[in-house]
């Protein structure tokens, strides 16, 4: 199991980071420390995916126009795909979190989600 | 092919055009703009039913040049065109209801946009609805997630924002779990589209390979996607995301956005891992706890809270639960129960929400309950319509939750004696808390209060949306066994 | 309700305004002796800890360390937990790098072989993302747009609020040195390499590694360090919030057409006119190019209005 882990490095690497990152976003109260729990949790998906797609001595799929016969062994196209639309994804949603955070701050001035909760509560009561 | 197969791809191009144009327009245009093409979408839904039930089965539709594996794909029954009826009719529905509170609320300044969310969310639901592949599943699903963000902000309150990021939190992680889940479901099949998906599983299960991968694969899309649908106890977020963002917002929130995932759930179950994985996985029995535990919980919290709208959000967390509870079941017949309650509850939450806000209105804009009292008798179609949804959660007859009930009870009498009892149990129980608060709301609401002069007129858009959500509540009871057929048709033809 | 609190209610419905000093005390019973201003975005976690522990009486302090201590034991334990599951589940699957796969199968085969001559890019990539699996791709430009209209909904001032936009106007370069002659000598001589990269990795998106993503992004960086340096007075000139818009809008409408058509004849088996031309060449691979020009435009404008409305709500 652990030769088998081994093998699999950067996947094992991947999952690690992936809950470092879950953890970070879930249990840290401050809202920029969450957000950086989040890219870290996307970017271990892209390690976790890029790595699925590697094949041992591939090279990027991209044909060279003036030897389209040659054969060479490429990686799989389909993860770096994936990667592609998952890092659009991901940054979209750090822009709104961060938006989000400016205008928490610039209300509560606090970035503690507890702190923010209780101002937001007691703002109406 | 025939004419009507072309009716989803447009529907969803229509509403992705019309979603960056309204990014130009102003308020009014794009208010005319989101009505008709939610109109539209509506009547293609219907044009696409009727079609589909005339020409039985279902049509697989490639999304290019390249069928599968290879292209994406969408695909529809007759149940995946009811609910494209369905979704876009409630929307519309919602923001009819709630466009009195929209100049008020949102601002002319950034109404448009407004109109531009609504679009790209329901864009996304359909796209939910029809797709065939994992992957764009999870696209639409990031476009739901941000949209439904957009939907809260929109209202400029602090306490929005901070449901907004508490609902973002949440729905990250399940979001993340899910991308998860996929990708190691690519990594073990080798494919992203669901019918080869399926073949691929078959394989695998048969030969026995990738155990524990397929286990943790189903509980990472399952977790994920309950986080996001607001199964109990991932539901922290749901009172405040539900009850402060515009009433149109809360509309679409509660009614559209989970059933989105629920529907993306059921599909993942019935069309990409097959009943044999998922009962084999025992995931149906965690679901089935979880959601009688939400039923019980949901309905406890909504006694405790004091305020109108939490009530109906926390209501909501119960009600995902009977949802649940269907999909756990695992049969036809429980999967049939689900969808239908998802159709009653979409309709009746939405119903909830504005006319509840009709209700506020006439009371001084209070949120909590002791000023409602006589609300009814100075708004009297809010009135009617918020008693009508109230029966219809609590399961009273002539609504269509007694029909949920009965179907949910009947399927349970078919399990163990263990699984029946409790299910039974906690039917009662669920039931007996509904009543508790819905009628002590009902009966507030009718009581004699204090009676204004003037009357309030809420304008023909509000009285539409009453009547239509109504008839929908109505007929889910009255038409509830050709309904019933038409789902169980839907099915054979979803997996 | 006390009277303190109709003040307070009041105010809150100007949301954009932020708590001032006054507020803050009735808020949270003590003044913080340095307020923040709008302009001290990213304090840091430990100066607000410290901030608002201050506030709190001694009791309320102890519960509160108390809270955050389980609160920590509790993240190590569920990170714990997470990475355990996961890296069991990691050791279930395919290894790293070998041939031997399910992934791969003949998918990812026939976008290596087929995939040239049935998109017409050389790079492969291209071809998966804007032919093959092009709703995807659709449905992720329309992600970004998304979350562009929510950052305008929160961060965008409003026409009417003159006094805010005037503050904001002024206070927009606060962050960097007015007119610093190191960065506007820089910014000459950078900012057209930089936009000129931009648009070839555009172009050249379906021959090489590239695309509308990748150059959109890199022409946005360009814009913003020619904001940086020359401020909003020389950007306004050629690009604001109508800009924005129009080019979006177009962008994003031919985005959606195009792929209807492609969609539409593919599903209906109908011929289509859009050809994929000879390998290499520039203009080759049918939509491939028009759209990576669609997509660069968009990430373009995208980027540079996230820049600008962190920076002062407006374009």
Not at chain 2, 205 to 210: D, R, S, V
Request: with cysteine; net charge positive; charged share 15%.
């Amino acid at each position: 199991m652990l030769q088998k882990l081994a093998d699999n490095y950067v996947s094992a690497a991947a999952v690690i980071l992936f809950g470092i990152g879950f953890t970070t976003l879930l249990l840290n109260k401050n809202l920029v420390r969450k957000i950086i729990g989040f890219s870290f949790m996307d970017s271990a998906m892209f390690l976790f995916l890029a790595a699925q797609g590697y094949i041992e001595g591939g090279k990027a799929p991209i044909l060279d126009p003036d030897q389209l016969t040659a054969r060479t062994t490429f990686i799989n196209p389909v993860p770096a795909g994936l990667v592609l639309t998952g890092i659009v994804v991901s940054v979209s949603v750090t822009a709104l979190m961060l938006a989000l955070t400016v205008r928490l701050y610039r209300r509560y001035h606090s970035l503690d989600i507890d702190e923010i909760c209780r101002l937001a509560g007691k703002e109406e009561s | 092919m025939s004419w009507w197969a072309d009716i989803p791809l447009f529907s969803i191009i229509l509403c992705l055009l019309s979603a960056a144009l309204c990014s130009v327009l102003k308020a009014r245009a794009a208010r005319v703009t989101g009505y008709t093409v939610l109109a539209l979408c509506v009547s293609g839904g219907v044009m696409l039913l009727s079609g589909l039930l005339s020409a039985g089965g279902s049509v697989t539709f490639m999304m290019g040049h390249f069928p599968a594996p290879w292209g994406n794909e969408i695909r529809f029954g007759q149940l995946e065109a009811l609910l494209a009826i369905v979704f876009p009719l409630i929307m519309l529905m919602s923001l009819l209801g709630g466009a009195r509170r929209m100049e008020e609320q949102v601002t002319s300044f950034r109404e448009n946009l407004y109109y531009t969310v609504c679009l790209l969310l329901n864009a996304a639901l359909l796209s939910q609805i029809y797709t065939n592949d994992l992957f764009t599943g999870y696209v639409f699903l990031e476009i739901m997630t941000l949209a439904s963000c957009g939907l809260i902000i929109a209202r400029s309150k602090g306490k929005a924002l901070v449901s907004a990021m508490r609902y973002m939190i949440l729905n990250l992680i399940g979001s993340g779990l899910f991308l998860l889940g996929v990708i190691l479901l690519y990594d073990v099949t080798g494919h992203l589209l669901m019918e080869n998906i399926r073949q691929a599983l078959e394989k695998l299960h048969a030969g026995g390979e990738y155990k524990t991968g397929l286990t943790v694969i189903i509980a990472l899309i399952t977790v994920g996607l309950c986080v996001k649908s607001a199964l109990f106890p991932f539901h922290t977020w749901v009172p405040d995301a539900y009850s402060n963002g515009t009433p149109a917002s809360n509309a679409i929130l509660s009614s559209l956005v989970s059933k989105g995932y629920i529907v993306l759930l059921i599909k993942c179950y019935c069309r990409v891992f097959g009943p044999e994985v998922i009962s084999g996985s025992g995931i149906n029995n965690l679901i089935m706890l979880l959601a009688l535990s939400g039923m019980i919980i949901g309905s406890l919290d909504a006694i405790r809270t004091k305020e109108t709208g939490r009530m109906i959000a926390y209501s909501s967390v119960a009600q995902i639960g009977y949802i649940y509870l269907g999909v756990a079941l695992g049969s036809e017949a429980g999967y049939a129960a689900a969808i239908f309650h998802l159709l009653l509850h979409s309709a009746s939450k939405s119903l909830l929400f504005l006319s509840a806000d009709a209700l506020q209105t006439v009371s001084g804009e209070s949120c909590e309950f002791g000023p409602l009292a006589g609300a009814g008798r100075r708004a009297k179609g809010a009135g009617v319509a918020f008693t009508l949804g109230a029966f219809s959660l609590v399961g009273l007859p002539f609504t269509g939750g007694f029909v949920t009930k009965l179907l949910l009870g009947r399927e349970a009498l078919n399990r163990s004696v263990p699984v029946a009892v409790a299910v039974l149990a906690v039917l009662v129980v669920s039931t007996l808390l509904n009543i508790l608060y819905f009628l002590r709301t009902v009966i507030l609401i009718w009581s004699p209060g204090e009676t204004v002069k003037k009357r309030t007129r809420f304008g023909p858009a509000f009285g539409i949306s009453m009547i239509i959500l109504g008839t929908g509540i109505l007929a889910c009871f009255f038409l509830a066994s050709p309904l019933l057929d038409l789902i169980c048709m839907g099915l054979t033809n979803f997996s | 309700m006390s009277n303190r609190f109709r003040v307070l209610r009041a105010f809150f419905t100007e949301s954009e305004s932020p708590l001032d000093t006054d507020q803050i005390r009735t808020l949270t019973g003590s003044v913080p002796d340095n307020r923040p201003g709008d302009a001290d975005m990213l304090v840091t976690h430990e100066n607000n800890i410290r901030w608002s522990g201050r506030n709190l009486d001694n009791r309320f302090e102890k519960s509160k360390k108390r809270i955050t201590a389980v609160y920590r034991v509790f993240s190590v334990l569920a990170a714990v937990m997470i990475i355990a599951v996961l890296l069991f589940t990691v050791t279930d699957l395919p290894s790293f790098g070998g041939v031997e796969k399910p992934t791969q199968n003949e998918v990812q085969q026939r976008y290596l072989e087929k995939g040239l001559e049935e998109g017409g890019a050389t790079n492969l990539v291209a071809n998966m993302i804007l032919d093959y699996r092009a709703f995807d791709t659709l449905g992720e430009s329309n992600v970004l747009f998304m979350a562009v209209c929510t950052v305008i909904l929160l961060l965008r001032i409003s026409q009417g609020d003159t006094d805010r936009r005037l503050r904001e106007e002024n206070d927009d370069r606060h962050f960097e040195p007015k007119n610093d002659l190191i960065l506007q000598t820089g910014a000459r001589v950078l900012v057209p390499v930089i936009q000129l990269f931009g648009i070839y990795v555009i172009l050249n998106g379906h021959l090489g590694p590239g695309g509308g993503f990748s150059g959109g992004a890199i022409m946005g960086a360009g814009l913003i360090l020619y904001l940086s340096a020359f401020g909003f007075a020389r950007t306004e000139r050629f690009f604001t919030f109508r800009t924005f818009k129009t080019v979006s809008f177009t962008a994003l409408s031919f985005y959606a057409l195009s792929k209807a058509y492609s969609f539409f004849t593919g599903a209906n088996h109908l011929p289509s006119v859009i050809t994929t031309g000879t390998p290499g060449a520039i203009l080759s691979a049918g939509l491939i190019l028009p759209l990576n020009i669609a997509v660069g435009l968009v990430v373009c404008c995208t980027m540079y209005a996230f820049y600008t409305l962190f920076r002062k709500g407006d374009m």
